[in-house]
């Protein structure tokens, strides 16, 4: 440092200037003085605050990332708090707000969510905004048990009508008696309508609104892949307990039926190659 900004720097804080001369050397005697502990407390005072800028610094990571969507690296930085320290009611709080927030979150996430919670109101009861995120929770998680059930409970009845069509041999003569899920039928027509919307605008050279469509289908491409990717990863094996008990003893019946779940499999394939096997192809309008 330069001698005069050492000698303002310590000018201001009204402390004379120490140099290396200043410095007398001597053996540690480790005998507890009044010196070393206060040593010692500087220490364990200075480590942890410098832990609190950490978690602090963490905390603000965590709120940019849950604003841009970003639900998994906020995980992190929560993972990374209670990785630090186990003291903080926030880190907790915010882990399971994630979750919660998180559309796909599984049950078995929101059961997570719901033992942070718990930590963070064991930690500090009378927090009200805890409370609230634990009675959030409870209507999320009551909502998330009723939309796989329904889901479940769609699925199979529209494998269960497939099959009786084959049998009568009246899929033979007309394919749209096949049975798909409501959600599968508003996708098609989606399609369907982005197909004709980019024709018209094509040929009325309107190129601004091309290339709008364009983007549009890219977003309702995707959103489509990630739908169908629920129906890909249905595995009757592995369907949570709490679900199980919800559903139906007939419903569970037709779980375990083979003829159904080969259906439910062929399902699957058929509408994955409708909806993305002849995707629209966007280079040509744009």
Same mark, same amino acid.
């Given at each position: +440092?330069?001698?005069?900004?050492?000698?303002?720097?310590?000018?201001?804080?009204?402390?004379?200037?120490?140099?290396?001369?200043?410095? $007398?050397?001597? /053996?540690?005697?480790?005998?507890?003085?009044?010196?070393? *502990?206060?040593?010692?407390?500087?220490?364990?005072?200075?480590?942890?605050? @410098?832990?609190?800028?950490? $978690?602090?610094?963490?905390?603000?990571?965590?709120?940019?990332?849950?604003?841009?969507h970003h639900y998994k690296v906020a995980i992190q930085c929560c993972d990374e708090i209670t990785r !630090?320290?186990?003291?903080?009611? /926030?880190?907790?709080?915010?882990?399971?707000? *994630?979750?919660?927030?998180?559309?796909?979150?599984?049950?078995?996430?929101?059961?997570?969510?719901?033992?942070?919670?718990?930590?963070?109101? @064991?930690?500090?009861?009378?927090?009200?905004?805890?409370?609230?995120?634990? &009675?959030?929770?409870?209507?999320?998680?009551?909502?998330?048990?009723?939309?796989?059930?329904?889901?479940?409970?769609?699925?199979?009845?529209?494998?269960?009508?497939? !099959?009786?069509?084959?049998?009568?041999?009246? *899929?033979?003569?007309?394919?749209? !008696?096949? &049975?798909?899920?409501? &959600?599968?039928? *508003?996708?098609?027509?989606?399609?369907?309508?982005?197909?004709?919307? +980019? /024709?018209?605008?094509?040929?009325?050279?309107?190129?601004?609104?091309?290339?709008?469509?364009?983007?549009?289908?890219?977003?309702?491409?995707?959103?489509?892949?990630?739908?169908?990717?629920?129906y890909f990863k249905l595995n009757p094996s592995t369907l949570e307990p709490q679900l199980l008990q919800?559903?139906?003893?007939?419903?569970?019946?037709?779980?375990?039926?083979?003829?159904?779940?080969?259906?439910?499999?062929?399902?699957?394939?058929?509408?994955?190659? +409708?909806?993305?096997?002849?995707?629209?192809?966007?280079?040509?309008?744009?």
């Amino acid at each position: +440092m330069d001698p005069k900004r050492k000698e303002g720097v310590f000018k201001d804080f009204d402390l004379k200037s120490i140099y290396d001369a200043d410095v $007398v050397r001597k /053996e540690k005697d480790y005998k507890g003085d009044e010196c070393e *502990i206060d040593t010692s407390n500087n220490a364990l005072l200075l480590l942890l605050l @410098g832990l609190a800028a950490v $978690v602090n610094i963490l905390l603000n990571m965590y709120c940019a990332y849950m604003k841009l969507h970003h639900y998994k690296v906020a995980i992190q930085c929560c993972d990374e708090i209670t990785r !630090l320290t186990t003291l903080s009611a /926030e880190a907790y709080f915010r882990r399971s707000q *994630i979750r919660t927030c998180n559309l796909k979150s599984t049950y078995k996430e929101l059961e997570m969510a719901e033992e942070d919670i718990n930590v963070a109101l @064991g930690k500090k009861p009378e927090e009200a905004k805890y409370r609230t995120q634990f &009675e959030t929770l409870k209507k999320r998680k009551a909502e998330k048990l009723a939309d796989d059930k329904k889901f479940i409970e769609d699925i199979l009845t529209c494998a269960k009508k497939c !099959l009786e069509f084959k049998k009568t041999k009246e *899929i033979a003569a007309n394919t749209t !008696l096949m &049975e798909v899920p409501q &959600e599968i039928k *508003i996708m098609r027509v989606i399609k369907d309508k982005y197909a004709d919307c +980019m /024709e018209f605008f094509r040929d009325t050279e309107d190129n601004k609104q091309v290339l709008l469509t364009v983007k549009d289908y890219n977003e309702f491409s995707v959103s489509s892949y990630q739908k169908m990717m629920r129906y890909f990863k249905l595995n009757p094996s592995t369907l949570e307990p709490q679900l199980l008990q919800e559903l139906a003893i007939e419903t569970r019946i037709l779980l375990n039926d083979e003829n159904i779940l080969r259906e439910i499999s062929s399902i699957k394939v058929r509408e994955a190659l +409708m909806l993305f096997g002849g995707m629209i192809r966007v280079d040509k309008f744009s």
